[in-house]
Structures are given as C-alpha cells and as structure tokens.
C-alpha cells in the first residue's frame, strides 16, 4: 500500500455556510466564557490557601490567662485544652467526670458538663 499524501487536503474543503459560521461563533464565545470562568475559580482557590496561610492567629502562649482556676474541693484535673476561646478541662471528682468550659482570660467557669453511665 502506498502511503496517502495529505498535503493538498486542505484545498478541498468548502467554506461553511452562514448558520455554521454562526456556530461556531457562539461555540467560541461559550470556550472563552467557560475558561475565564474556570481561571477565576483557580485564582479563587489559590487566593484562599494563601490568605489561610498568611493569616497571624493568635499564639496562645501570647494570651493572657487568669492566674488561677477554681476546679473545685478535691477534683483532680485529667485533662486541658485551649479550644476557640474557650479552656476546656476534663476533671474527676467524687467517681464523676466532668468536662469544665472556663473563660481562660478571667478564669470563669462558664459551664459544666456532667458524663453519667446509663
């Protein structure tokens, strides 16, 4: 077999009628439309993981905390933490566990949460 000359393939085309011209015109405008689309999205995207990477959060070693937090008689602390502002502390007292949530800056307890077997 011999192989086929494709050189002179493009003479034999036929220019597109009007209503495929416009065709293809509305397919080029919806590309350009879907692409910038898609490259405001990218740019969306590594805008955000760059603020969240630049952003200053606060150190909690820079905080300030009350110097002291009252537990209560006999309690004995298992557990703390430093979540969303708030002092977590997990404490067993009388054969109960608690969980403690305690303003850290003023050392108020703001809440108590008993866990009971049932």
């Given at each position: 077999?011999?192989?086929?000359?494709f050189r002179d393939e493009g003479s034999e085309?036929?220019?597109?009628?009007?209503?495929?011209?416009?065709?293809?015109?509305?397919?080029?405008?919806?590309?350009?439309?879907?692409?910038?689309?898609?490259?405001?999205?990218?740019?969306?995207?590594?805008?955000?993981?760059?603020?969240?990477?630049?952003?200053?959060?606060?150190?909690?070693?820079?905080?300030?905390?009350?110097?002291?937090?009252?537990?209560?008689?006999?309690?004995?602390?298992?557990?703390?933490?430093?979540?969303?502002?708030?002092?977590?502390?997990?404490?067993?007292?009388?054969?109960?566990?608690?969980?403690?949530?305690?303003?850290?800056?003023?050392?108020?307890?703001?809440?108590?949460?008993?866990?009971?077997?049932?």
């Amino acid at each position: 077999m011999s192989q086929p000359d494709f050189r002179d393939e493009g003479s034999e085309e036929t220019p597109l009628d009007p209503a495929a011209q416009r065709i293809q015109a509305k397919l080029k405008r919806l590309l350009l439309g879907s692409s910038l689309v898609m490259f405001a999205g990218f740019f969306a995207v590594f805008a955000a993981i760059f603020y969240k990477i630049n952003t200053n959060q606060e150190d909690p070693a820079d905080a300030a905390f009350a110097a002291t937090v009252s537990v209560g008689q006999g309690a004995e602390v298992l557990q703390a933490t430093l979540s969303e502002g708030l002092m977590l502390v997990l404490v067993r007292q009388d054969g109960e566990t608690a969980l403690l949530r305690i303003d850290p800056k003023t050392g108020e307890l703001l809440g108590r949460t008993e866990f009971v077997a049932r």
